[in-house]
């Protein structure tokens, strides 16, 4: 006679497995991530030198997008589904976590901290994300993969200190470091904790509904900041910059992410934000004519270096 078998639990990521082997589509999807986030760093410091828009106003305007271009595509593709009420409180957690948690100390901290600081800020995510990881049991973390996030941190560190000898966690940013650090904290902890709502949903769903979430969390904070927009000032260079960083950097890279974090767990998927402020630098060159130096070179190939250790990890 068969036996009903009671449902199994999230399954566990070794880094050591045969997917880690080698550079596979969801590496070279995660790549056009970076891509993505890095110039979406520019895109976002050029429409805040403008002043055309608060950092919180833009950030609640384009999260708005993201979450209704996501819904839309969700129902299109996969229609509506109800959800058990526990898996609605584990998304509604998810979404304040990365979506409100980790976008206004985010958005706060840029403001108030130098570009240096914010990017070896913020490529302490990894570290994270690994360490908590590992303290849950949901994955196991090899020695190569710890290297590979070492030696890829180090090159960050190398790209920052090239592009401002003068770099500190001084004073006068001191909280715009604090905030960013916090920041980092929750991207790293909604990339681990996306794991386990991942197991029984599509990335494009876990997406959509912590987003949609998230943004309502958002707009608490940011509303007196929409409500003094003069949408009439905003120009056309404005609304394109909300488009890119709504469509692409929000709504495409966040379902991307999350496959990421489905299929080759979160200390991996993590380790390629720590490419994310080279790609920054050379967007800078181009788009701002900003010189790039030869350690921030080496800094990117040392960075390049410990993604693709972590890669081959087994």
């Not at 998810?94 to 948690?101: I, S, Y």
């Not at 890829?152 to 190398?158: D, H, R, T």
């Not at 080279?278 to 030869?294: G, N, R, S």
Request: glycine share 8%; charged share 10%.
């Amino acid at each position: 006679m068969n036996q009903l078998k009671s449902p199994s639990p999230p399954a566990r990521i070794d880094n050591r497995s045969a997917a880690g082997a080698r550079l596979t589509g969801i590496d070279i999807a995660l790549l056009i991530v970076v891509f993505i986030w890095g110039i979406n760093f520019v895109v976002m410091k050029s429409v805040f030198n403008e002043n055309e828009l608060a950092p919180l106003a833009f950030n609640a305007i384009r999260l708005t997008l993201a979450a209704i271009l996501l819904l839309i595509v969700l129902f299109v593709a996969e229609g509506w589904h109800p959800l058990p009420r526990r898996d609605w409180l584990e998304l509604v957690g998810l979404g304040l976590l990365g979506n409100a948690f980790y976008q206004i100390p985010f958005i706060l901290g840029l403001e108030r901290t130098t570009a240096e600081n914010s990017s070896l800020l913020i490529a302490t995510i990894p570290v994270w994300a690994a360490l908590l990881a590992k303290i849950l049991g949901w994955e196991r973390i090899s020695s190569r993969v710890w290297v590979g996030i070492l030696i890829s941190f180090i090159g960050v560190l190398l790209v920052t200190l090239a592009a401002s000898p003068q770099f500190s966690l001084s004073n006068a940013s001191f909280w715009g470091d604090i905030l960013t650090l916090v920041a980092a904290v929750c991207w790293a902890g909604y990339t681990v904790f996306s794991k386990d709502v991942l197991v029984k949903y599509s990335p494009l769903r876990v997406s959509a509904l912590a987003l949609a979430v998230g943004v309502l969390g958002l707009w608490i904070v940011a509303l007196p900041s929409v409500l003094t927009v003069r949408w009439e000032g905003i120009s056309g260079w404005g609304w394109a910059a909300i488009i890119y960083s709504g469509a692409l950097s929000i709504a495409l890279c966040y379902v991307i992410w999350a496959a990421g974090v489905k299929q080759v767990g979160a200390a991996r998927t993590a380790i390629y934000n720590n490419l994310v402020p080279v790609v920054t630098f050379i967007a800078a060159y181009v788009a701002l004519q900003k010189p790039i130096a030869l350690l921030q070179i080496v800094g990117g190939l040392v960075v390049l270096g410990g993604i693709w250790i972590t890669v081959r990890a087994k």
